[in-house]
């Protein structure tokens, strides 16, 4: 079943650049956050940034000053651009939806609705 596509996942070298896409498939109209998650092999599922429907944004830690999120409410599309790569932001990256509390990215269980993913490799 497919809920959400990612795309635009691929391979970079460190300092480089990607932007993942989401496009919302088979998702009920009233959910209101789209997040996006990340998952390296041996590692928990973590949260890397999330918009809600009112166009507020946050960031992990990790994500913060060089991911972007954002969306395209005409295609029901969101984004997540990501600059300056490095190694350690390899995993595969998933876009979620859900409607948790603030849209907190704090629980994966808490987002319903899942893409199959679309994996990041990044170089040193």
């Known amino acids: 079943q497919v809920q959400l596509v990612e795309s635009g996942g691929g391979s970079v070298q460190s300092g480089g650049s990607l932007r993942l896409s989401c496009a919302a498939v088979r998702v009920p109209d009233s959910t209101y956050c789209v997040a996006w998650f990340r998952q390296a092999p041996g590692k928990e599922r973590e949260g890397v940034s999330v918009?809600?429907?009112?166009?507020?944004?946050t960031y992990a830690d990790s994500a913060k000053g060089r991911f972007i999120v954002s969306r395209d409410n005409t295609e029901n599309t969101v984004y997540l651009q990501m600059n300056n790569l490095k190694p350690e932001d390899t995993a595969m990256y998933y876009c979620a939806a859900g409607s948790p509390w603030g849209c907190s990215i704090d629980r994966p269980s808490a987002y319903p609705y899942w893409g199959r993913g679309t994996q990041v490799t990044v170089s040193s």
């Open positions: 918009i809600s429907r009112g166009g507020t944004t």
